[in-house]
């Protein structure tokens, strides 16, 4: 089972920031915080991930509250092409040849509104 | 582009018959996943491959298989269809020991008659 908690579907009107919320209350000290998207008859497409710290890439933001309870993606101009499944996802790294899973719940429908 | 390609991009088979999807991982990537997503679902983890060995297997029954080759890319052979075998099948590819950057496919559409 899908260690986070996400609503099911948001709308973000274009060209503002979209902020998709999880819930992660029972992630463990070593579990990284994995974000990726799925668009329409497509694989899904990791974005970023982090562990305690904020992160910022080309593609999004992710903040991570203290107690790492809770995470926000967020998407600073929402365009059309950022209408998809946005999946939240724990996951233990490992330093190395272990197995790992991503175990995908549902996720967020996002859909982008011009 | 995430440079992972999957053969084919559709299929459609009678149950009872055995089917194998193909893989191309992204060059330099040693790991390999496939996951199962019906339709409204979320991906559904079946296997991982690292260096041609299995390396952890999700709750799928031991019909679907797989094998990975010296070149890293795979195969994922499901005997005995049934209806409910009808899914998007996706390879995932990652690369170095404990990378979980993982880059998908487009797909592998199957649809079980």
């Known amino acids: 089972d899908a260690k986070t908690t996400q609503p099911p579907s948001m709308d973000c009107a274009e060209g503002r920031a979209a902020n998709l919320p999880c819930n992660h209350s029972?992630?463990?000290?070593?579990?990284?915080v994995y974000w990726y998207r799925q668009i329409h008859s497509q694989g899904p497409q990791y974005i970023i991930h982090g562990l305690k710290n904020n992160e910022t890439n080309e593609m999004a933001s992710l903040i991570i509250t203290e107690d790492r309870k809770s995470s926000t993606l967020i998407l600073p101009h929402a365009t059309l092409r950022d209408t998809a499944v946005y999946y939240c996802i724990v996951l233990e790294r490992y330093s190395g040849a272990g197995s790992y899973q991503l175990t995908f719940g549902k996720g967020t429908k996002l859909s982008v509104i011009p | 582009e995430t440079g992972v390609t999957q053969s084919p991009t559709h299929l459609i088979k009678t149950r009872g018959q055995q089917v194998t999807l193909r893989c191309s991982s992204q060059s330099g990537h040693n790991t390999v996943s496939w996951y199962q997503q019906a339709l409204g679902q979320g991906p559904q983890f079946i296997f991982q491959y690292y260096r041609e060995e299995e390396n952890g297997r999700g709750n799928f029954p031991p019909r679907f298989s797989g094998l990975q080759f010296p070149n890293y890319s795979s195969e994922l052979n499901v005997n005995a269809l049934e209806l409910d075998d009808s899914a998007l099948y996706l390879c995932?590819?990652?690369?170095?020991?404990?990378?979980?950057?993982?880059?998908f496919g487009q797909g592998t559409r199957l649809t079980v008659v």
């Open positions: 029972t992630i463990s000290g070593n579990e990284y």
């Open positions: 995932a590819s990652s690369g170095g020991q404990g990378a979980t950057e993982a880059f």
